[in-house]
């Protein structure tokens, strides 16, 4: 680390960035089992926000682990790197002026204690995607809990592998409860607070 010599503090800085964008940024840091929406509900809320004029980033789990973290497996140690990888990435959106969406499973909460420190706990928002695993296996959107179920797919999350449900989210919603209108809707509804241009 002796020869490395950060310019933080002498390139331009984020609230330059916002007032040209003129939006606020943040990230929101999406949280729920494989199946549960997160995916579903980041694209269409990346649409209602460059709808009503914001820049918006989404950064997913399949789209992040076909790229820079395409040389990571899915052991205990590869997944924990996956997300300090995301939030790195997230963090530099965050400071371009970005609104950031970030789809992730980030099973437990010291991965997520992980991010959020990487972050910043001002400008991270957890948002708990709620359904159960029995909802997301019904769904099987990518084919994976028919795999895990019949012992194929090892250390599957919520399965052999844990997930820990958020304890103190920013905003909760329930895909088993609300439609994908309800849940972007007040997901945009609550965002729009922090991210509103002066």
Wanted: neutral net charge; glycine residues 6%; hydrophobic residues 35%.
């Amino acid at each position: 680390m002796e020869n490395i010599h950060p310019i933080f503090d002498t390139v331009l800085q984020r609230e330059e960035k916002e007032a040209l964008l003129r939006q606020k940024s943040v990230v929101l840091w999406m949280v729920g089992l494989s199946g549960s929406g997160k995916s579903t509900i980041a694209r269409a809320l990346e649409r209602k926000l460059h709808a009503e004029g914001y820049l918006s980033q989404l950064l997913d789990g399949d789209n992040m682990r076909s790229g820079i973290n395409s040389n990571l497996g899915f052991s205990e140690a590869d997944r924990a790197e996956n997300l300090r990888r995301s939030a790195e990435t997230a963090k530099l959106f965050l400071h371009c002026g970005v609104i950031t969406i970030c789809s992730f499973i980030s099973p437990t909460a010291k991965v997520r204690e992980q991010a959020r420190q990487i972050i910043g706990a001002p400008d991270f928002l957890e948002l708990s995607v709620k359904c159960s695993f029995e909802a997301c296996a019904r769904r099987d959107v990518k084919g994976l809990y028919k795999k895990a179920l019949r012992g194929e797919i090892k250390n599957f999350t919520g399965l052999d592998a844990p997930f820990e449900l958020s304890e103190h989210p920013w905003l909760e919603v329930d895909t088993e409860e609300q439609s994908l209108e309800e849940s972007v809707e007040t997901i945009y509804r609550q965002l729009s607070i922090r991210i509103r241009r002066n």
